[in-house]
């Protein structure tokens, strides 16, 4: 699932504080998330998004979750965070998901019977789908989802997610050739609070796995 590249791109989601956003940056992501959905115990206000994502240099992306946001609230972040890449991690429907106009990811609650062929089809302006696991609620939980629920020939990058950390992101690259890897509470202290040695080992385990990767392509 990652033909056009052997780098897997990182985002850590869920930051609330201008120390981890610097650390996060150090570690080596390349996407940095916000969540703007206020009942997640890592959600920030739009005017603190901003506030925190011009902490970002060139070419690390600033992503602002949404989970079935108001067009007002979206806007909001937007004009908080002008060159952000949306995220939606609710029930929206893919018009919703378009009417802003911007570059967006589709999230995934996976689980058995969900047909992510049929998600990608009704989603084809998505840069990517954000596969996490179906819990209560809205976002994985922290939770790992079985990857053999993914089916081949996604037409469109994948982002993983879900219960990823740095024991388990090495295996989570492995199998299922994302495009990109998307870590929250498995780099955390707490919820919203990141821990710098956590998320630059787990930056050390997504290079680490791209090198076994690249290694077995070579014996090939």
Not at 19 to 48: E, M
Not at 134 to 157: M, T
Not at 196 to 210: G, I, K, P, S, Y
Request: charged fraction near 20%; charge should be neutral; glycine fraction near 10%.
């Amino acid at each position: 699932m990652n033909p056009l590249t052997p780098r897997t791109r990182i985002k850590i989601c869920g930051l609330t504080r201008e120390a981890d956003v610097d650390a996060a940056v150090t570690a080596g992501a390349d996407a940095i998330g916000f969540v703007l959905y206020p009942k997640s115990p890592r959600a920030v206000t739009a005017a603190r998004a901003g506030d925190l994502a011009r902490r970002l240099p060139p070419f690390v992306t600033p992503v602002l979750l949404f989970v079935n946001a108001t067009a007002d609230e979206i806007a909001a972040g937007l004009a908080a965070v002008p060159q952000a890449l949306l995220q939606f991690h609710g029930d929206e429907p893919p018009e919703a998901c378009t009417a802003p106009g911007r570059p967006y990811l589709r999230a995934a609650r996976m689980a058995p019977g969900v047909d992510l062929l049929d998600l990608a089809a009704r989603h084809p302006s998505a840069q990517a789908l954000l596969l996490d696991a179906h819990v209560e609620g809205y976002g994985g939980g922290g939770k790992a989802f079985d990857w053999s629920l993914i089916p081949p020939g996604v037409p469109c990058p994948v982002v993983l997610s879900g219960g990823l950390n740095p024991a388990s992101v090495i295996d989570g690259v492995m199998h299922v050739r994302p495009w990109a890897v998307d870590v929250s509470s498995g780099v955390e202290s707490a919820k919203g609070i990141k821990d710098a040695a956590l998320m630059h080992c787990f930056c050390q385990a997504v290079r680490e796995a791209d090198a076994r990767v690249a290694q077995a392509s070579a014996g090939t």
